[in-house]
């Protein structure tokens, strides 16, 4: 019973730790880039694209193609650093509970 208890209070502290992560996460601003930088992308930590920058030399007809790669390469690294920064954060926060190996946060 008195596992279970402790287990109660964690639960109550994972969940209030995560909701201060969360909006941490709100304000958070990574970018991804490819192309050596010809495209930038900034996410926030819910996954929004907040900026877009293109390199000039990428806007002509000929080059719609490798700029389409370019913007999806920016925006899936910018995507993996936000996952790796929750998952960094959240760690720590669920040391201690019984949770399944590999187990992910249904808000993480």
Known sequence: MRDMIN??????????KMQKIQEE???L????TAGGGLVTI????????TAIKID????????IEILEDLI???????KTK???TMQ????SMTAGLPLPPNFKLPFS
């Open 82 to 84: 936000i996952e790796i």
């Open 42 to 49: 900034t996410l926030n930590g819910k996954n929004t694209i």
């Open 29 to 32: 601003q990574i970018t991804g």
């Open 56 to 63: 000039p030399s990428l806007l002509k007809p000929e080059e």
């Open 7 to 16: 287990m109660m209070k964690k639960a109550k502290e994972v969940q209030e």
């Open 25 to 27: 996460m709100a304000n």
């Open 88 to 91: 960094e954060k959240t760690k």
């Open 72 to 78: 999806m390469a920016a925006y899936n690294e910018a």
